[in-house]
């Protein structure tokens, strides 16, 4: 197989939106907080439930907790988006989740303070469900924003012929060909079920917004349900069944392709639509065969699905056709 020498672009915006703006963010909520600590009780309220306040603390604890994640976490983006980013869908994923925790644990800190503001005891503060579910509004939308302004990858054609191993299909080459393969999840609305059945417990013995937090996190579980991968003169493509994101490759900028076996959680920690620490992206949807694409500045793509020999070979002959 072909392996070239990675290549990360756009590392300044990366940057910018997993480092910068997240700690701007962060910095925005702990100095509007801080401005109210005379305004605050003695301990403040750190968990509610069904009946109001359940749990009071230390807000330096707070303060100090929701800073270390967000600052901790945004690291972690910004070296997996800047060392490992070789794929716009690794820097986009990396930028939008780091946009998104910034704003979301900000959110929370303002909106948690906010509610105990000339409280004598933290025990009288009223719900702040409201105030969760506008900042889950704006912290979903912002991540999108985030991950949307992230450039494309640039467009890198190949100048090497495939590998003279590489296998391919005995066609003319005036045939045009494509093919198109779904691939479904068996087990996907069991977990889906699993979740939801969880949330609704979660929303009724706690707080209503608790459980719609946890729902909230099913949207992305049905990228799971099934996947469609089409090879054609336009190159690879593989999206689940959401049209964004999706994976696409094209012709020119393919070195090699190959039939591998993928364990999702192991290599990807996960299933759907994945980034690995490696920069590897993939959409991987169970355990077993998959088309495993090398293409220029490092990247490596690798798309689960049915029948991966004949989707390889084909790639890989229409790729051969583009040198």
């Known amino acids: 197989m072909t392996t070239t020498t990675r290549n990360v ?11 910068v703006v997240p700690l701007l ?14 305004e605050l009780p003695a301990e403040v309220a750190t968990h509610w439930s069904n009946d109001g306040v359940d749990q009071v603390g230390s807000a330096a604890g707070m303060l100090v907790t929701f800073s270390t994640i967000v600052v901790l976490f945004s690291l972690a983006m910004w070296a997996l988006g ?21 704003i979301f644990l900000g959110g929370i800190l303002v909106v948690t303070f906010d509610a105990q503001r000339g409280l004598t005891d933290a025990r009288d503060a009223t719900g ?22 992230v450039p494309r990858d640039p467009h890198r054609p190949a100048h090497s012929a495939l590998p003279a191993t590489t296998t391919t299909l005995p066609l003319d080459v005036d045939t045009r060909a494509t093919w198109v393969r779904t691939t479904r999840q068996g087990h996907a609305w069991l977990i889906i079920a699993a979740i939801a059945v969880a949330a609704v417990g ?3 013995a706690t ?36 049209p964004w994101p999706r994976i696409t490759v094209p012709l020119d900028e393919i070195e090699d392709v ?45 798309v689960t699905v049915d029948d991966a020999a ?13 040198r």
């Open 82 to 102: 800047t060392f490992a980013g070789q794929a716009a869908m690794t820097r986009r994923f990396v930028a939008g989740i780091a946009v998104w925790l910034a």
């Open 207 to 242: 707080d209503w917004w608790i459980g719609l937090i946890l729902g909230v996190g099913l949207t992305p579980l049905l990228m799971l349900l099934s996947a469609t991968v089409v090879i054609d003169a336009r190159g690879l493509m593989a999206r689940t069944a959401f």
């Open 9 to 19: 672009p756009h590392r300044g915006i990366t940057a910018l939106l997993t480092l």
């Open 310 to 322: 004949t989707g390889a070979a084909l790639l890989a002959t229409l790729a051969g056709r583009e």
């Open 202 to 204: 979660l929303g009724i």
């Open 128 to 149: 702040i469900g409201g105030g969760v579910v506008v900042t889950l509004a704006v912290a979903f939308a912002a991540g999108i924003a985030a991950a949307s302004v």
């Open 25 to 38: 963010v962060l910095a925005a909520a702990l100095v509007l907080v801080l401005s109210w600590r005379d």
């Open 258 to 302: 190959d039939v591998v076996r993928v364990d999702p959680m192991g290599e990807f920690g996960g299933w759907g639509i994945r980034t690995a620490l490696d920069g590897s992206i993939g959409m991987v949807l169970r355990k077993g065969e998959a088309i495993e694409v090398r293409a220029t500045g490092g990247r490596r793509i690798v």
